[in-house]
């Protein structure tokens, strides 16, 4: 779940103009019942940037779509639109983060909430290929990682029709999940690894696909079917050296959840896992820990396990690969970083309002200078980076926000 911090989050704002006042009013309501909309592909995209301006006889709409929910960085946003209503035939590269600009002649201006629009496909066409395994390679790599599918489809992956996605399954199978860590092999999501030249690898490899979403939800196909015969042969693997080839935490447990942290390796013999925590120590199926080989269960989550770093060793040959691995809870409370370029922000002139406190671990209170900030209006002068007029530069990486100059209380 994205932390979502809405922008211009109070219903009206006025500005002091000669000779008259200028109101912006953001209809709150309809950009929360909008947060996140599911468009089918080749329908209408229709979005209203819902607000009311008085005061102004010219205002100006400007759309902007990105691929994270906000983003400082203006060569990461898109202008889509000039219009008040955005209205398209929905294409897959239209899936993004749409935020609209208000701006009044007199120059002041105002960023909805980001509305969250997700184009669903499912264009499944069966691939098909044949391949032949030689004794010599330790890494034999089925490809699934390009689906024509969104939102991302439910992966499974079957030889002869059995399933061998099972993370119990054996060392020497293995589909990939969570994060590649190896450059060295042309590795992706979804991928299925044969490890180390077994005869029992020949037979019918599928990667089945289920759609997920709102209108593609339990559609089934058949992305790809391999046809996988092995070689006889007397070379031998070069290589024994002993390569975590990627990890997977888990994704973003809530508290009282059980998450699975898992990772593979190569090496030759078979690499024997050890799972270890922050400090080295070996870990052992307990009350807290279900230890399963090439995964191991952290039972029940609590508040402190939040960023709780633990490491797979893979051994084998006489050789080790160790990677860490770090839990990160679903509820993340806002991270701060270092001072940022306040240039990078967004657009001179617009006024921003940020709300804290929506989507964080108990009631924290934001400061900036002092002041509370789910409460102050801060303007941003992109000519100045003159702090003590509210000037203030963010970024979100993951989700997360990032903020300079601001203590938590």
Known sequence: MYLIILLSYITSLAFSSDPAEVFITVDERYFKQNAEI???????????????VIGSSTVNYKWYRSKTPYTSQKDQRVQVSQQKNLIALAEPSHSGYYMCLISSAEGYSVFTPV???????FDIVTEQDQVTIEPYEKVFVLKCSHINANPPPVVTWKKDGIDVTNINSGSNVMHV????????????VNDLLLLNYQDTFAGTYTCDVEGTGTYFRGRTSVA???????????????????????????GKPRVGESVTLRCG?????????EWQDTNNV????????DVLETSMVVKSIKVSDDNEEYKC???????????PIRLTLSDMKPQFNKSMDNSQYN????????DFGLKVKGNPIYLWNGINLAQFVMSEDGSTSDHSRGVLAMNFDDGILTIENIQKN
């Open 38 to 52: 599911n468009i089918r592909s080749g329908t209408n995209l229709d979005i209203d940037c819902a607000s009311t």
């Open 177 to 188: 999940t969570g994060k590649v860590v190896d450059k060295q092999y042309n590795i992706e």
């Open 313 to 323: 060793a893979a051994l084998s040959g006489g050789t080790k690969s160790v990677e």
């Open 224 to 250: 790809k079917s391999y046809s996988v015969k092995t070689a006889a042969s007397n070379s031998l693997m070069p290589d024994n050296s002993t390569r975590i080839l990627f990890i997977d935490n888990g």
């Open 115 to 121: 509305i969250h629009v997700i184009i669903e496909y």
């Open 347 to 354: 657009i001179p002139g617009a006024t921003v309002i940020i």
């Open 282 to 289: 070996k870990l052992t199926t307990s009350d807290v820990y």
């Open 265 to 273: 390796a190569s090496g030759y013999p078979t690499p024997n896992y």
